[in-house]
């Protein structure tokens, strides 16, 4: 079975800043991937970022960067120079044996 | 584009009338899943379809019934809707196996209301 746990269920950052969400997991597969999903207030869930567990190098993708530390079965989400439109709930998400694990999410709010 | 496409966006439906919510998609993904999200939750897998082969997750209630009569489309009926049913419904699509991880692209949802 496999858990993921989001221990900060809000946050917040000033436009133009940095923030990192957290992000744990467990999981007894060998072969899984991890993902951030965000999910904007009434709009659809979109893919954000994407790691292969394989992968030692840390996925990057724009402004949005993960910090994947096997070891410590750890997963943060590193938004830089935060926009108004990253304003959204983000889940952390695991895959393995066929099926997506989410977290339980961290409502992410944009200051002005 | 190619999406995902959940028809009605919004229903309103009474206690115990049954009620269908429609999903079709358009990337000729093989794998099509329906999720249950109640307000600030995760969601929650129902079933799944891979091609054909239907998966249903263990606590889904027999309440919710899918029916996938062809890649494009899947359905989920709700035989006896009850007001704990009221939720965000979710369609996603994958496309397995594949060279890399199983993203899941989702439709916009289906909000049911019970009244």
């Known amino acids: 079975a496999q858990t993921v746990t989001q221990s900060q269920p809000e946050m917040s950052v000033q436009e133009a800043e940095t923030v990192t969400l957290s992000c744990t997991y467990d999981?007894?597969?060998?072969?899984?991937?991890l993902f951030w999903y965000k999910q904007p207030p009434s709009r659809q869930m979109i893919l954000v970022i994407r790691q292969e567990a394989y992968k030692q190098q840390n996925a990057t993708e724009n402004r949005f960067s993960v910090n994947f530390q096997k070891a410590a079965k750890s997963f943060s989400l590193k938004i830089s120079d935060s926009q108004l439109g990253d304003a959204a709930m983000y889940f952390c998400v695991s895959f393995g044996n066929e099926k997506l694990t989410f977290g339980t999410g961290t409502r992410l709010t944009i200051i002005p | 584009d190619a999406m995902v496409i959940q028809n009605p966006r919004y229903q309103v439906t009474q206690f115990g009338k049954p009620v269908t919510l429609s999903c079709s998609q358009t990337l000729n993904h093989n794998v099509m899943y329906w999720y249950q999200q109640k307000s600030s939750q995760a969601p929650k897998l129902l079933f799944h379809?891979?091609?054909?082969?239907?998966?249903n997750e263990a606590d889904t209630p027999d309440n919710f019934q899918s029916r996938r009569p062809n890649t494009s489309f899947c359905f989920l009926d709700i035989r006896s809707p009850g007001l704990g049913d009221a939720a965000m419904y979710l369609c996603?699509?994958?496309?397995?196996?594949?060279?890399?991880?199983?993203?899941?692209?989702f439709g916009p949802g289906t909000r049911l209301t019970v009244t």
């Open positions: 996603a699509t994958s496309n397995a196996p594949t060279g890399f991880a199983y993203e899941q692209y």
């Open positions: 999981t007894s597969e060998s072969d899984y991937y």
């Open positions: 379809y891979y091609d054909k082969d239907f998966n």
